[in-house]
């Protein structure tokens, strides 16, 4: 994986049809083939297996890469979360210096007296991961590419195919006017509906800055693969501080739509903790008491206008609309993603 210093050829041709989708196809200039931006770990180079015959059947794809918005921390807690106590081997690694910009993302360095003892190298890979049943499954995860998002997720996608991966789940948080006293509530998209049966959007139209996530996620479905992906609203005034309570809700949403059995033991005890936090924080504050009572009958009202199909009901005449609710997501995630100062 040599970096290689060429301009990228990358052109559109007339995309195949599958149905009534189209795919775009990319011409990729031999020095920048997606294929050389990553290199497999495993010993056969064909499959995600330990050596023991436990290779990889049409799995699942979990993908948590960070960089984005993640209110309350919850992807990068579910993340760490299953990295820490499943089973995780490295089976594909990206070169992570054609993706990252370094000055505008510095890695960490520790100094000790007298020397630099260590430095914290950041790794995107792909991981084989085994749940609660032994289930092999496979996770995605590292910084978000800086550069070359297109030949990324180029590179991605023949990773999906080279493993047979059934469908790609992604993750993601995002600050909401709701209360932390009211059950999560959950954003699903998905390639295609019926994969999201049962899920009633919470928002209609809404224009925010790209991911490399949420473009993974759109390419999959132009090119006929099955991916999806779940938010969860996180109270916007908990949205700076972690959340594992939302960490939770995430790896239960994931367990639930793929089968795969995630624990979510120590989130849940993490999230009791938290919770008993900010109850004596916000008791002891009689404006952000006032705020959670009012977010908690506005978040009642909206649910009960759901119950009845009725969102002109005469009692949620106060709350927001879903135009309001996208627009001020649209101002917090473009203050979010301002570009830093020049580095220095």
Known sequence: ?????????????????????????YLWSVGLDPVD????????????????????????????????????????????????????????????????????????????????????EPVLGLYRVRDDQGTPFLMLAGPE???????????????????????????????????????IGVTAHATRRELIAGYEPWLRQVQVPASVANLLEFRLGKHGH?????????????????????????????SRSTGLLLPTDDLHTAAELVRVEVDKQVAAAEDASALVRMLEQQYDAFSRGREGNNL??????????????????????AEHNRPPDPPQ
């Open 145 to 183: 590419p800086d550069l070359q998002w297109e030949r990324f997720i180029a590179a991605a996608l023949s990773l999906i195919e080279r493993f047979d991966v059934r469908i790609t789940v992604g993750m993601n948080a995002i600050p909401m006017a709701v209360p932390h006293t009211r059950p």
């Open 1 to 25: 994986m040599t970096p290689r210093g060429v301009v990228a050829q990358l052109r559109t041709v007339a995309p195949p049809v599958d149905g009534n989708r189209t795919a775009p196809v």
């Open 312 to 333: 002109l009901a005469a009692d949620t005449a106060a709350l927001p609309t879903a135009d309001e609710l996208g627009a001020e997501l649209e101002r917090f995630l």
């Open 226 to 254: 099955d991916a999806m992906g779940f938010a969860v609203h996180v109270p916007h005034y908990l949205a700076q501080s972690p959340f594992p309570a939302a960490a939770e809700e995430l790896l239960g949403r994931l």
């Open 37 to 120: 931006l990553y290199e497999l770990t495993g010993e056969s180079g064909d499959d995600a297996g330990d050596g023991d015959g436990a290779a990889l059947e049409r799995p699942v794809l979990l993908q948590a890469l960070d960089g984005f918005v993640d209110a309350g921390s919850a992807v990068q807690l579910a993340r760490e979360h299953i990295m820490s106590t499943m089973d995780t081997k490295l089976v594909a690694r990206f070169d992570i210096d054609q993706l990252l910009d370094y000055r505008s993302r510095r890695p960490t360095m520790r100094f000790v007296e007298d020397h630099w003892e260590s430095y914290e």
